[in-house]
């Protein structure tokens, strides 16, 4: 039976069947392979291709393009594309087809094509790869079970033989029986199957294959060489690391390597068959490569966006060129390269200059081993007094930099990599005129590494600080001034509390005589002069109190003035307040009130309360009329603090007098006369005091003519203090011994007028006004009690008590200070140089005759005044 290949495509031998086909022209075959799968197609069928991956490759091309040829699409659903290898693989075993498992590999797809009563067309090359390895009696096997199941199912069957695989006559017989298994042979030419009459014609295409059998081994030599440079060549180009694909002269994309769709992400059929503007984002640029190609130009780094399949966009570039036959484009070469990264790099640092440029901050990029600069913003060159500096090398921008701290650094952080600071860098550049001009800048420089074409450099950062830094030497220098100025303060302060000092000193030496003078007066009982020596004791007194201020203020003013804690019923100090302000109450004929919560326990320096309490009573005396009205106050203010308040009807205060009444030194508006007297001590010995104690003070007064108040409010536990007994150690009682006393004072008036008052009282004493005149008397006369003034000339009061400790070897003599320095230190001083008692000036002189007749084993240990 004669058939013809179209006849097959066209339907006419029926729309099922089992036909083969022998054929030497690949492309001729895979034509009509195409064709019959699109037949089905066309009327919308399904088909199966079982193909080589050569075949099945250059078959999904064909397939799609008949479709778009006639305005249709190939759903992925109405083919199943196989590979011939892997398919044979899965049912062969131990080199032979296994039914059940053709059946569950092959029968189970087919059937599921078939399930939808739909043409189905099959073309299968599996039988073709067993007999090119030889094994016939395996392919005729696979033909016996296709035919099987073409029994129950219905679809049409294409096979596919090169005629190579029946090179020799020892082939009839295979040849004869693959026949037989189709129901159609075709070939080039129509053919009839072979039967009894075939032996002519097989004898005849024998001879030829003999005459020709030569030249045919040459060729399959040349042909085997030839395609296994092609699948060289092929696996090459598939899985390159490059992307690569071919576009015709039509914009279609013919192929397109493994790169090229993993970097894309679609699969073959999704982007191999569609038009190359489909995928480019930028229609114009494509139109225009495009263009560039069908003129015949080469593409080299020719940048693109490419539409991935997820939707992301992928930069690219593209080395691409044309391939024409007799003057026709027929299809282009394209390399895709991935940029994304270099994009987005060049992206950063486009965006980089950018920022820098538009940076409010002085920024600057200077490149290569010159520090040339890439980019200078407006506000670098506004900061450097320089404009047009990209380009030009750093020196010769700024040659008076040269060799300079700026220089330095730049040329550090290129070569070390590493960046750099300086808080508050030195420049002298030139200006506009010519004339140098001094900043101050905060420097940060960073190394940038070399991209591309581009070499490393360094990245520069600016601050003028120059106000800042000029302003803090501003403050820098007044507070150095402000030091100068706060030591000689200081130093005026030290000179003016070391003079108060000195005064006290000074004061008490005359005082001594005049105080003991009046004693020795009142001793003898002379009455002729009974109202001139009150008025003398009374102001002596008063003179005696203000030195005592002196002293005191001196001591609140270094902060020498220690407090004696003691637990005492606050009447105590309040009523020896009282009695020190009694003389000048009285000598003013005040009205005093005094009201004392009764049991009230109060812990403090009761010593010291008693002297604030007498100066704000003093104060009140003095800034008050005769006759007038005086209160004393001291109770509760509530459960923890004690409200004392001296309350009077005098001349009052304004309101600008209550914020300075406290100052030292401070007086208010004096008559001519002085009447009230005073230094300006008292309150602000006062306040400090109060203070000490963890307290405060306030003046209160409705106005001038109206009076005032102070009120001190203090803690009735004083926050740190510890009770101690302060009191001093009474004297023993006067003995009727007679002692040898020496009296060594250059103050001549003093030591005479206490010596007569000691002779007065049968003591045996001897006056010496120079220490060395002492010492040479000691060994003779032996003293039992020394009184030694401590600022002697030549030699002070603890070098002559030293010598004459010697000069005595081991005769007990009691050793007493007698000195105008008051201070604590003065006092401890003198314990440490073995003086029993430390007296000041003016010196009770009841108390040296009292000292004087005490019992030498009941004299306290402690040295006090």
């Avoid at 203020?553 to 606050?570: A, N, P």
Wanted: net charge negative.
């Amino acid at each position: 039976m004669l058939i013809k290949t179209d006849d097959i495509l066209s339907g006419k031998s029926g729309n099922t069947g089992h036909f083969v086909r022998f054929y030497d022209n690949d492309a001729m075959l895979l034509d009509e392979v195409a064709a019959f799968v699109d037949q089905a197609l066309h009327v919308q069928g399904k088909a199966i291709v079982i193909a080589t991956f050569d075949h099945r490759a250059a078959l999904q091309g064909r397939v799609e393009a008949l479709a778009r040829a006639q305005k249709r699409s190939v759903p992925p659903a109405q083919v199943l594309w196989l590979d011939a290898e892997a398919t044979l693989a899965a049912f062969m075993v131990d080199g032979w087809p296994d039914r059940r498992r053709f059946e569950e590999v092959v029968g189970s797809a087919v059937a599921a094509a078939c399930a939808g009563g739909v043409r189905v067309h099959a073309f299968g090359e599996m039988v073709a790869l067993l007999c090119a390895r030889g094994q016939y009696d395996a392919a005729l096997q696979l033909e016996r079970m296709w035919n099987d199941l073409r029994q129950r199912l219905e679809f049409s069957l294409f096979c596919a033989y090169p005629w190579s695989l029946f090179p020799t006559a020892r082939l009839k017989n295979a040849f004869q029986q693959v026949c037989a298994e189709h129901g159609h042979a075709c070939a080039d030419l129509p053919m009839a199957v072979p039967g009894d009459d075939a032996g002519l014609k097989l004898v005849r295409l024998e001879q030829k294959v003999h005459a020709l059998e030569a030249e045919v081994a040459r060729r399959q030599a040349l042909e085997e060489i030839l395609r296994r440079n092609e699948r060289e060549f092929s696996d090459f180009v598939e899985n390159a690391a490059e992307g690569l694909h071919r576009v015709g002269a039509d914009g279609t994309i013919l192929w397109a390597n493994k790169a090229e769709l993993q970097m894309l992400g679609y699969r073959w059929e999704e982007y191999v068959g569609h038009n190359i503007a489909e995928f480019h984002v930028d229609e114009p640029v494509i139109g225009e490569i495009l263009c560039r190609l069908s003129e015949g130009e080469t593409l080299y780094d020719q940048p693109a966006r490419l539409r991935c399949k997820d939707g992301s966009i992928r930069h690219v570039v593209i080395h691409s060129n044309a391939h024409f036959e007799n003057g026709e484009l027929r299809y282009t070469r394209c390399f895709t390269r991935d940029a994304t990264e270099r994009h987005e790099r060049d992206m950063a640092l486009a965006q980089r200059d950018r920022m820098l440029l538009n940076a409010p901050v002085a920024a600057a990029l200077l490149t290569g081993p010159d520090f040339v600069f890439r980019l200078a913003n407006r506000s670098y060159c506004e900061l450097v007094g320089r404009s047009k500096l990209e380009g030009r090398r750093f020196l010769d921008a700024f040659p008076e930099l040269r060799d300079s701290e700026t220089q330095h650094l730049l040329e550090q952080v290129y070569r070390s990599r590493l960046m750099a600071r300086a808080e508050e860098l030195r420049i002298v550049l030139s200006g506009a005129d010519g004339r140098p001009r001094e900043r101050f800048l905060k420097f940060s420089l960073e190394p940038l590494a070399a991209i591309d074409e581009e070499e490393q450099g360094v990245m520069l950062v600016a601050v003028d600080v120059t106000d800042h830094v000029r302003s803090r030497q501003q403050i820098e220098r007044a507070h150095a001034e402000r030091a100068e100025l706060l030591a000689e303060l200081t130093a005026a302060n030290r000179a003016k509390d070391e003079f108060l000092a000195m005064l006290g000193h000074e004061l008490r030496n005359p005082l001594s005589p005049i105080v003991t003078s009046l004693q020795l007066m009142r001793l003898r009982g002379e009455e002729g002069a009974l109202r001139e020596r009150e008025i003398i004791e009374r102001q002596v007194g008063h003179l005696v109190r203000l030195v005592d201020d002196l002293m005191d203020i001196s001591k609140v003013t270094r902060g020498k003035i220690d407090l004696k804690f003691e637990r005492v019923d606050i009447a105590q100090p309040l009523d020896k307040a009282i009695e020190m302000a009694s003389l000048l109450l009285e000598k003013r004929q005040h009205r005093l009130d005094v009201e004392i919560e009764h049991g009230l326990a109060w812990e403090g320096d009761p010593v010291r309360l008693a002297q604030v309490v007498s100066n704000l009573l003093t104060n009140a005396a003095r800034y008050t009329e005769p006759g007038g009205h005086v209160r004393l106050r001291a109770g509760r203010a509530d459960a923890d603090w004690l409200r004392i308040s001296v309350l009077d009807d005098g001349v009052g205060m304004a309101p600008e007098l209550r914020a300075q009444v406290f100052d030292l030194f401070f007086q208010g508006k004096r008559s001519i006369d002085r009447a009230e007297g005073g230094l300006g001590i008292g309150l602000s010995l006062v306040k400090n005091i109060v203070e000490l104690h963890g307290g405060r003070v306030e003046a209160k007064s409705e106005g001038k003519g109206r009076g005032s108040e102070f009120v001190v409010l203090l803690p009735l536990l004083t926050p740190g203090g510890a009770t101690e007994d302060s009191a001093v150690l009474p004297l023993s009682a006067p003995s009727a011994a007679r002692r040898r006393i020496m009296l060594v004072d250059d103050n001549v008036d003093g030591a005479e007028t206490l010596a007569r008052l000691l002779v007065a009282h049968g003591h045996e004493v001897r006056v010496f006004h120079e220490p060395i005149a002492a010492l040479a008397a000691v060994r003779a006369f032996r003293p039992d009690l020394a009184v030694l003034d401590i600022g002697l000339p030549v030699l002070d009061g603890y070098e002559l008590a030293r010598r004459m400790r010697t000069l005595l070897d081991g005769h007990p003599c009691r050793l007493v200070a007698l000195t105008g320095y008051g201070q604590e230190a003065d006092k401890a001083r003198s314990g440490q140089a073995g003086f029993e008692r430390h007296l000041v000036k003016p010196v009770n002189p009841d108390l040296v005759v009292d000292l004087a007749a005490s019992d030498p084993s009941a004299s306290p240990s402690a040295s006090h005044g």
